[in-house]
């Protein structure tokens, strides 16, 4: 079983990130790992925090040279702000006159409702753990999945559909998916230059007018075989399982899986895939020789893999802290106020994208280590491939 768990606070010492169940034998790629970390911090539109902060993840245990050993694997992401904070948010019990509050809860923030349920004076403790900070933990415990999945055939990248009312209005190709995360400069993610140019003209709007604008992302998982997940229990699918790992992510509202939402006020005859039978050379880098006609579905059917793409969108709210921010009530005097400010970002929909990758990533690959199995990676490679063989010949 692979698990996954994240601990630290935003302006903490450091984000911990904890990987268990890998098999031994994937080749861990420090430049790859770092260079996801990266990926999370750029796009036009991003604020102040990201120029203090060069994420880069420290492996304490479970890899030794170059190879996960099978055992746990521990990362931790240092917050360089962490030494303008350390008096603030001591471990020990420190100077209470120091202490920073969030006086005034934000709209759209955990803080409120954080508040209430721990019983706390002031939102400071909510916004830390509850800050999309925690993500980079993710992107690091993602990284490790992507390059198990590597290993086995399988890439997991995202693009950039929409900003705020421009969207991307044409179906990608996966080529054009790699070539975008290939950049050495990210503005937007979007696989279209044209279109890229309009989204960052919402970006600009909304900094102009102290706003935020939101988005929708789209994960794609390439070279995934049929089979994985299952339709037999409702917590075992496929599609609910990835819809709550890209839920999870900070500020996402809505999860989309193919072609979801127009799906539903479409007729029948439009939305399903149809089924065709390819010959053997037609189907010589296919996964089986039934093939099919769209791929309406999202790659998935029943809650299973069919072999297609598993696409995956997710429609990311603004960014709740705004610089000219909405009212709220003092959590001292209950007067109305206006709501506290902490430096925030304008537009975060790619780096939201390279979060939910991670996510799919850990979801894919608990999944495929719960079909395949293997406690080195040599065996659970033996276990696919003769299933492939099984499913080319069906």
């Not at 770092?34 to 911090?41: H, I, K």
Request: aromatic share 6%; glycine share 10%.
């Amino acid at each position: 079983m692979l698990r996954f768990s994240t601990a630290g606070e935003s302006h903490g010492e450091a984000l911990v990130a904890l990987l268990s169940g890998l098999p031994a034998g994937v080749p861990v790629d420090s430049a790859f790992l770092g260079r996801e970390l990266w990926r999370r911090q750029q796009g036009f539109g991003r604020g102040g925090r990201m120029r203090i902060e060069t994420d880069t993840a420290h492996i304490l245990s479970g890899v030794r040279h170059g190879k996960t050993i099978g055992s746990p694997v521990a990362m931790t992401i240092a917050n360089r702000d962490w030494k303008n904070w350390e008096e603030i948010l001591p471990v020990e019990e420190g100077d209470v006159a120091k202490h920073k509050a969030v006086a005034s809860p934000r709209p759209g923030h955990a803080d409120l409702a954080g508040a209430l349920k721990y019983n706390f004076p002031d939102a400071r403790y909510i916004l830390e753990r509850a800050s999309a900070r925690e993500s980079s933990a993710r992107v690091a415990g993602g990284a490790l999945a992507k390059m198990l999945l590597r290993a086995l055939g399988i890439e997991v990248l995202s693009h950039v559909v929409r900003v705020g009312a421009v969207d991307l209005e044409r179906p990608y190709q996966w080529d054009e998916i790699v070539a975008s995360n290939a950049r050495d400069t990210v503005v937007l993610n979007c696989i279209d230059p044209e279109v890229e140019q309009r989204m960052r003209g919402e970006v600009d709007r909304a900094l102009r007018t102290g706003d935020t604008v939101g988005g929708v992302f789209e994960v794609v998982a390439h070279g995934l075989p049929p089979g994985i997940g299952t339709h037999v229990n409702w917590d075992e699918r496929l599609d609910g399982l990835l819809a709550q790992a890209v839920m999870s992510l900070q500020a996402v509202k809505a999860v989309e899986l193919g072609r979801g939402v127009t799906a539903a006020e479409s007729m029948g005859s439009t939305v399903h895939d149809a089924i065709a039978y390819a010959t053997e050379e037609e189907a010589a880098e296919a996964h089986t020789r039934f093939t099919r006609m769209g791929n309406n579905a999202g790659g998935i059917e029943g809650g299973i893999s069919n072999g297609q793409d598993v696409t995956v969108r997710g429609y990311l709210k603004p960014i709740s802290t705004l610089r000219r921010p909405l009212g709220s009530v003092s959590f001292d005097t209950r007067e109305p106020v206006k709501a506290a400010y902490e430096r925030s970002d304008v537009c975060v929909v790619p780096a939201a994208g390279v979060a939910a990758e991670a996510m799919v990533a850990i979801t894919l690959a608990r999944l495929v280590l719960e079909k395949f199995g293997g406690d080195s990676l040599a065996e659970t490679q033996r276990n696919l491939e003769g299933y492939r063989e099984q499913i080319k010949r069906f």
